[in-house]
């Protein structure tokens, strides 16, 4: 006996899945922009909160507050966009705005563009941290590993923004293509 798994199941575990990882990205972003304000204004012990990458925040505190402030507002901006683009896609799923029957629309345009802008800023500023984080390191500063700051891969969200572009420039001419037929007929 063959089991057929359908589009819809598909949809459905994806929707399960992506508002998995929308709480975890919410709460990672929650948990970084909290422990740095605790560290900075309520208790400078609260950088030991910090569960990944504690000993270089730490030492970096304790060089720096200045430094370990601009690390931390890297790593929480990038968790914040991490999360709109997922509250985005578990928007998607709710709204049921896509019709499939007439694949190419504006809305799909702008779901893909707003995810490309996301990309890209979660590049940037991804890049932005490594950058600082290897100038520090220049300055004789342990620092740590970067993909346990969160501000490591920006190469992969550029990528990703730019292929995300070359889409909605695909969508966009799929709705010309489309207006055009529907004028014709």
């Not at 590049?123 to 390191?137: E, M």
């Not at 501000?151 to 969508?171: E, K, R, S, T």
């Amino acid at each position: 006996m063959e089991i057929k798994i359908t589009t819809n199941q598909i949809l459905k575990v994806l929707q399960i899945l992506s508002w998995i990882i929308f709480i975890g990205l919410c709460i990672e972003a929650g948990a970084i922009a909290v422990n740095t304000l605790i560290t900075l204004f309520i208790n400078p012990l609260g950088v030991e909160n910090f569960w990944e990458g504690a000993d270089y925040l730490s030492s970096l505190y304790k060089f720096d507050h200045g430094h370990f402030f601009v690390i931390t507002l890297t790593m929480t901006i990038v968790a914040v966009l991490k999360a709109i683009m997922f509250y985005l896609i578990v928007k998607l799923f709710a709204d049921k705005k896509l019709n499939i029957s007439q694949p190419f629309s504006l809305e799909l345009r702008h779901f893909i563009l707003k995810l490309a802008y996301l990309a890209l800023g979660i590049g940037l500023f991804s890049q932005f941290g490594f950058k600082y984080s290897a100038w520090l390191t220049k300055q004789s500063i342990k620092t740590a590993d970067l993909q346990s700051l969160h501000i490591a891969g920006a190469d992969v969200w550029l990528f990703m923004a730019v292929i995300l572009f070359v889409i909605v420039q695909i969508v966009k001419r799929g709705i010309e293509i489309q207006n055009e037929n529907d004028l014709t007929v």
